[in-house]
């Protein structure tokens, strides 16, 4: 009887254990991250609290060249169609090696924020840098 308790409490702990895993990773989690860089710039979110309507955000972009550009970063995001939603940038401005890091939330009410990820560009002006740009999706 012994043996019987030590297996059906192993067998129950690799059951949750799966069951976690599978719930962590399936695209409608909880939490992830993304990120990427360029030639320039460097930047990553993380997403927790994550549901198709709502999320927090925890960020930051780095200027990794002095080129007298400024660097950005950007929420994206899609709905189940996927149409692709571009979200504010934050700006930073301070040069090689300076680092804006940032907590917020974006929510909708469309079930817009299905798939979310980041977009790092560099800028010069009001404009992106062409080619100067990377995305990722968490």
């Not at 067998?11 to 990427?36: E, R």
């Not at 974006?106 to 010069?124: I, K, N, P, Y």
Request: charged share 10%; glycine share 10%; aromatic share 10%.
């Amino acid at each position: 009887m012994g043996n019987t308790w030590k297996r059906l409490s192993v067998t129950t702990v690799a059951a949750v254990a799966i069951f976690a895993t599978t719930t962590v990773t399936n695209a409608s989690a909880a939490s992830g991250g993304a990120s990427c860089s360029t030639t320039g710039a460097t930047g990553s979110m993380t997403f927790t609290n994550w549901s198709s309507n709502y999320v927090d955000i925890s960020g930051w972009v780095k200027d990794t060249a002095a080129d007298s550009h400024h660097v950005a970063i950007q929420l994206i995001s899609t709905n189940s169609l996927p149409n692709v939603t571009y979200w504010p940038w934050r700006h930073e401005y301070g040069g090689n090696g300076a680092t804006l890091t940032f907590t917020t939330h974006a929510s909708t009410t469309d079930g817009s924020l299905r798939d979310v990820g980041v977009h790092v560009a560099v800028w010069e002006g009001d404009h992106i840098v062409g080619g100067l740009t990377c995305s990722d999706w968490a």
